[in-house]
């Protein structure tokens, strides 16, 4: 199936009820790596989802905390209890649908993503990932297999805003940070409580490193290595840390008519120099960072004013924290530069911070194996997309799985991942679970 069929087929989605489907025999555990998992279903279901906030486009405009959000969560919610999971939202607003295992004393295996979309986005980034995550504990259950780890299957909430239902899990959300302004133009704080939760209950969510057996998430690459290559399943190694500044750069307003050139302290002229610096600094030292200025605004904005402020965004990724520090440092004193140039100031204001983390060596290899038992090629990879993974690393062992993403598109409404490559990543993901079952 290709996107234009992908697309064309939401309007006629069954949504509201699981897809059904013949009743199976009982599968040992070895056997649900290699059949069990209903992939029909399970694409089925993730074209359903995606007429909650389906845009003309293709795509869908589900960001964390709206009407379409909140109508999302309630189908994947239904599929968690139709699959038997004991489904409840915590005061962060994740969900979690929770199996028990056989032996109590053992720490869960959690596995899921997210389901919110940035504006204007796609049908597959995180949605691949939860609806995987949903079927496999549906196969384990139409199976009969019982794991003797309790299974944890969890929609992460505000994904895309910020890792902010996962941050709030491993104890990284700061308290100011629920007052931050979302997409959805709530609060952090006010989007938990529409979505269920009680943001001054917060604390409660919290959970202690060693807490989880392991976290396991699949997700589309959002980028085009793995297509381009003719790889199966990407073994995520680690995920980049992310960092945002708030940068308000102050000059003098005045009239653009009779202010000569030679006596301008425009704050826009010093922030198009700043734009174009970052691009420097960051290109200037070997190594995957990366550096970008995603937002800009000139106070007061008209055409006949020269700008005396100018706010703009400031984010750098990379895997290594000292690296990210010390190219801010060097962009924050060539800032002061540009500013004297022209008689303006730079004030970086920090935002946001997603910690790097690399994965597990043990649940890549059990990744690796599950992929190459099915007879799948992989590639062991850095992530440089943020994920919710990183911050459940804080935990305990994690693991990622990627699958292709076509043209290596994503964040828009073009995203799109093949039927096949969905339930190959969903089967490594069946396997992976399984094996990190027989772990300690």
């Not at 949504?15 to 998992?37: E, Q, Y």
């Not at 995180?126 to 297999?145: D, K, N, P």
């Not at 199966?232 to 945002?244: A, D, Q, W």
Request: proline share 4%; aromatic share 6%.
């Amino acid at each position: 199936m290709d996107r234009r069929q992908f697309t064309g087929s939401v309007a006629g989605a069954f949504v509201g009820a699981v897809v059904s489907r013949s009743p199976i025999a009982p599968f040992t555990a070895s056997s649900m790596r290699h059949g069990g998992l209903d992939a029909n279903r399970l694409n089925a279901n993730i074209k359903a989802l995606s007429a909650f906030g389906a845009n003309p486009q293709g795509g869908v405009s589900r960001v964390a905390y709206s009407d379409f959000d909140r109508a999302g969560r309630a189908y994947v919610t239904d599929l968690m209890r139709a699959a038997g999971l004991d489904a409840r939202v915590d005061f962060a607003g994740n969900i979690f649908g929770r199996r028990a295992g056989t032996d109590a004393a053992l720490k869960p295996i959690v596995f899921g993503s997210h389901v919110d979309s940035v504006p204007d986005g796609g049908n597959f980034d995180g949605t691949v990932g939860s609806l995987s995550a949903i079927e496999v504990a549906q196969s384990l259950a139409e199976g009969r297999v019982r794991t003797r780890h309790p299974i944890e299957v969890v929609v992460w909430a505000n994904e895309e805003g910020g890792l902010y239902g996962s941050r709030s899990v491993s104890g990284q959300l700061k308290a100011p940070e629920l007052d931050n302004r979302t997409w959805s133009g709530t609060t952090v704080a006010e989007g938990m409580t529409f979505l269920g939760g009680a943001p001054s209950r917060i604390d409660e969510v919290r959970r202690q490193h060693g807490d989880i057996a392991a976290y396991i998430e699949l997700h589309i690459e959002q980028g085009g290595t793995l297509e381009r290559d003719a790889i199966n399943i990407g073994v995520v190694e680690g995920i980049v840390g992310i960092r945002r500044w708030d940068v308000t750069v102050t000059g003098m307003q005045n009239h653009a008519g009779t202010t000569p050139m030679d006596q301008r302290h425009d704050a826009m002229l010093a922030a198009a120099r700043f734009v174009d610096m970052v691009n420097r600094v960051v290109r200037a030292e070997p190594g995957r960072q990366v550096g970008t200025v995603g937002r800009l605004e000139a106070f007061p904005g008209a055409p006949n004013v020269i700008p005396g402020r100018v706010v703009c965004t400031l984010e750098l990724r990379d895997v290594d924290a000292s690296k990210t520090q010390r190219i801010f440092d060097a962009i924050a004193g060539e800032a002061k530069h540009v500013g004297e140039a022209n008689g303006t100031t730079f004030d970086f204001k920090a935002s946001h911070e997603d910690a790097p983390a690399l994965s597990d060596p043990a649940i890549r290899a059990i990744i690796d194996d599950a992929a190459k038992e099915l007879k799948l090629t992989t590639r062991h990879m850095p992530s440089g997309a943020g994920h919710d993974a990183q911050a459940m690393a804080q935990l305990g062992p994690m693991g990622m799985i990627f699958v292709p993403s076509i043209g290596g598109i994503s964040h828009s409404p073009k995203e799109f991942s093949t039927a096949s490559d969905i339930e190959r990543g969903a089967r490594v993901l069946m396997g992976a679970v399984l094996r990190a079952d027989t772990l300690a």
